[in-house]
């Protein structure tokens, strides 16, 4: 059995997500020595009090689930996640942009990106693969490399599909080395895990951190 702790980070994402939930994500993150979790905004400044001096990172989202705010609400909200204690900030690209063929989802990129790394933070775009096809997920690989992006994601875990095998194989084909990939949404067994890992994927998202161990 491979060792898949490492590539995983814990996710609750749920608009019904708790304080005692929360908690709950921190101790089952440590105590199966997981990559990190990954929290609303709304509760990093308390993930970060919680998380303590584990070696655990703190991952938040930016522009959730949609991904159509104005960029200078996106660059709003990142300021704030990295003030409250994110080390990673998952965004979310426009794509009502994307599909409108506007060159603004490279340049908004670019700008978060720039914010993040001046931080130190990591930066991974969510190209929503649900929605695209294999040219348009192509594309957005490489917009993304090229604005600086650390990992491209697939999913929100929100759209009607997530992680894919396939589109995890497209995505490394597509992408420098150096860019990472971030798979999630409807990620539940060890052996989906691990399918995708070896099709390519650096980190797994997952609302079943612990249970992905159990193959």
Known sequence: MRNIQKYIEHTNLKPTVT???????????????????????????????????ASIQLVTVIGFPLGYQMSQTKEAEMQQAIQDGADELDLVINI???????????????????IAHEHGKVLKVIIETAYLNNTEIVEL?????????????TSTGFAPEGAKVEDILLMRKSLPEQVGIKASGGIKTYEQALALIEA????????????????
């Open 200 to 215: 390519g994927a650096d980190r797994i998202g997952t609302s079943n951190g612990p249970g992905l161990l159990k193959a």
């Open 141 to 153: 690989c490489k917009i993304s490399a090229d604005a600086g992006a650390d990992f491209v994601k």
């Open 96 to 114: 009502s942009a994307v599909k409108s063929e506007m060159i603004w989802p490279k340049i908004e990129i670019a700008k978060l990106g720039k």
């Open 19 to 53: 304080s005692n939930e929360i908690e709950k994500l921190v101790i089952e993150a440590q105590e199966s020595e997981l990559y990190g979790i990954c929290v609303p905004p709304f509760w990093v400044k308390k993930a970060k009090r919680d998380i303590g001096k």
